[in-house]
């Protein structure tokens, strides 16, 4: 299993930006589906955007919530994927998870390592 530990969260005013982090370690990190997810006060766990790496090259897939506005990105010699989040709204209050797994999924029952999470608050 791989240990996630995430970092970057805040507070933020709406417009403005963060770029949250998460590093991983424990197992080959390039080999590894990292995604992030986010859960707002009462809400259940939403998918926010995936990264993979296979033969094929590298994919990538968004909510369309924050599709335009979110970059999610890895740098494999420093076992870390990125979440750069432009363009913040209110709603993108969340705390955000960083998720690994065998294969990206929007789902995050498919993902068995998870980061203890990092609050983002967007003020208005």
């Known amino acids: 299993q791989v240990q996630l530990v995430e970092s970057g969260g805040g507070l933020v005013q709406a417009g403005g930006c963060l770029r949250l982090s998460c590093v991983a370690s424990g197992r080959t990190f390039s080999s590894y589906a990292t995604a992030w997810f986010r859960q707002g006060p009462g809400k259940e766990r939403e998918f926010v955007a995936a990264?993979?790496?296979?033969?094929?090259?590298?994919?990538?897939g968004y909510a369309d919530s924050v599709k335009g506005r979110f970059t999610i990105s890895r740098d494999n010699a420093k076992n870390t994927v990125y979440l750069q989040m432009n363009s913040l709204k209110l709603e993108d209050t969340a705390v955000y998870y960083c998720?690994?797994?065998?294969?990206?999924?929007?789902?995050?029952?498919?993902?068995?390592?998870w980061g203890q999470g990092t609050q983002v608050t967007v003020s208005s």
């Open positions: 990264i993979n790496e296979n033969w094929t090259g590298e994919s990538r």
């Open positions: 998720a690994g797994g065998s294969f990206a999924s929007r789902d995050p029952r498919d993902f068995d390592s």
